[in-house]
């Protein structure tokens, strides 16, 4: 059973949206980045929800407020919220950091506490555009990011580089994951996937989709054992314990696919964009269901809630969130 193309809620934004990413860690799970041409905007999304009685849908109410607009002087590419951020928890103030990619190539720090005013902190050191960047959630002591210059770049704490690992085509997306805080997994756009050690910094093992161009990676937060990708047209999930082939793999998008973002709250659920047009799809891993089908004029970018089943899609000067009902159970 499909849901219907119109998103469930939407919140208006100055400009087209070049990337969304919902805040990954539970104590401030309320907080949404949105990446535009000259800016990061931060929001504070509220979902109250409500169960019926009697019934096994949930009604949602919504609302979001403007937190803070942070200027970045040219296009936002990609983003990653760092753990130290905290929004109203423990009765301290507020702290908001977040990395954001650049246009020009450069990777800039925001730290603010949404009163006193906002610092910026660039890393330089790549020579191509930047694809993706992501924090260690742990405690983001290191910042990885990868991108056309075929190298996988680590930052630490103070903004120095730590490691460059030499990749043998651009890469295209970048992981860490909570569980396996002392690795870092790589997309390289010629379908390979390549997992290295932050310790030893070398490459431990790799994976090879079969098919390119490899266009991103998403490891799953509930099963450190499995990661999703998309390639060609097709999405693929690999069990990194079990074969460096996949374990399934399934037509995503008959033109082309371009992204890839698992669940938080669910882990069967996953969510592509491709072609033809802007398609966007929400996949059951465990049945063939296909919960969200959609089409959109522009679409930018996709992040999950880390509790909710709600996406983020960007688009033309607005963000489309899609709640995502519950699969039944077949009885």
Known sequence: MEQSSASTYNIPCHDIVNTVEFCPYDWCSTLLAVGTNS?????????INEEDEGEES?????????????????????????????????????????????????????????????????LEGHSDFINA??????????????????????????????????????????????????????????????MFSLDLQHQISSCDCGISPLMGIDWCREDED???????????????????????????????????????????????????????KVFNTRHHQVPLNTSLKVSYGMSWHAQLPVLAVGGDSQVHLYYIEPARQQT
């Open 39 to 47: 800016r990061v905007t931060i929001y504070r999304c509220r979902f």
């Open 226 to 280: 499995i990661i999703g990708a998309v390639a060609g047209t097709e999405w693929l999930v690999f069990q990194l314990s079990r074969s460096s082939q996949p374990l399934e793999r399934r037509q995503a998008h008959t033109d082309g696919v371009r992204d890839i973002k698992w669940c938080k709250s669910q882990p069967n659920l996953l969510a592509t964009s491709g072609r033809p047009g802007r398609q966007i």
């Open 133 to 194: 960047l992501t924090y260690n959630p742990e405690n983001g002591d290191i910042l990885a990011s990868t991108g056309d210059d075929y190298t996988c770049r680590l930052w630490g704490n103070d903004g120095s580089q730590q490691a460059c690992f030499q990749l043998s085509a651009p890469g295209m997306s970048v992981c860490i994951h909570e569980k396996e805080s002392g690795k870092v997994v790589v997309a390289q756009k010629n379908g390979i996937i390549k």
């Open 58 to 122: 949930m009604h949602e109410d919504f609302d979001f407020k403007l937190l803070i607009d942070i200027q970045n002087g040219c296009p936002v590419r990609s983003l990653s919220w760092s753990p130290v951020t905290s929004y109203k928890s423990y009765e301290q103030l507020d702290t908001i950091r977040i990395a954001a990619a650049g246009s020009d190539n450069r990777i800039k720090i925001f730290t603010t506490d949404l009163v006193e005013g906002t610092e910026a902190e660039v």
